[in-house]
């Protein structure tokens, strides 16, 4: 199993104030696939992705990339597990804004001595031809295809998407869809998608639904439509 989470508790505060978010999440994932997270807001579907992507410190439990685990890491234990492992994709890109496109992607590949070809990447993506441009100067889709590309730049092991449309058209949306089910089929890329959209799980291999810190569904879809094909985004 490539993915495997278990027994996973996360808090925050203290006293009467202690919010426990995550209450013994329980999750595997084979390597290559595409899963999906939904349910309400405030469930602990960003607190779990944090949580596997290291950007958060686990109170109990485990989480295990490759046979690796996380558990009783330190900072810079973690961040090397974050360089060697993780690529991230947030909602509302995150993009230097003093750095063109070339070098908001090539500085990820700083981060380690495997990266994905450059032309590759800017051919996989559909970016060449603006590479010498400024954030302030894309649309929003191509606004998120840098932020994608900078994500896989390192060749990560594990892409971790927190509502990566949320910010996006429909038509951009499922532009951005189609192209991180290109990615995973390309280079096998291993992807977690959290979102509040009910029409994305439809294109994902897995589906999972949390409520109130706990996983309540984890189920194999066997009708997974193309990206292309989805409705109503």
Request: hydrophobic content about 40%; proline content about 3%; glycine content about 10%.
């Amino acid at each position: 199993m490539y993915l495997e989470v278990t027994g996973l508790r996360k808090s925050y505060g203290t006293g009467e104030g202690r919010q426990e978010v995550l209450r013994g999440v329980d999750l595997t994932m084979e390597r290559g696939t595409m899963a999906s997270i939904v349910g309400s807001s405030g469930c602990g579907k960003s607190t779990l992705l944090n949580c596997i992507g290291a950007l958060e410190v686990i109170d109990e439990g485990d989480v295990r990339i490759d046979g690796k685990s996380l558990k009783g890491l330190g900072k810079l234990e973690r961040e090397r597990y974050r360089r060697e492992n993780i690529g991230y994709v947030f909602q509302f890109f995150n993009l230097l804004a003093d750095l063109n496109v070339r070098d908001n992607i090539r500085v990820a590949e700083r981060l380690t001595d495997e990266p994905i070809d450059y032309a590759a990447l800017l051919d996989q993506l559909g970016l060449a031809g603006i590479e010498k441009k400024f954030p302030s100067q894309l649309s929003g889709g191509q606004q998120q295809r840098v932020a994608i590309a900078r994500a896989l730049a390192k060749n990560p092991r594990l892409l971790l998407c927190d509502e990566p449309t949320g910010a996006l058209d429909s038509t951009t949306a499922k532009d951005t869809l189609i192209l991180l089910e290109k990615i995973n089929a390309t280079f096998g890329t291993t992807i977690l998608m959290v979102t509040h959209n009910q029409v994305i799980p439809q294109m994902m291999q897995q589906n999972i639904v949390m409520r109130d810190g706990r996983i309540i569904e984890n189920s194999i879809n066997e009708r997974r439509i193309p990206a292309e094909a989805l409705e109503d985004l």
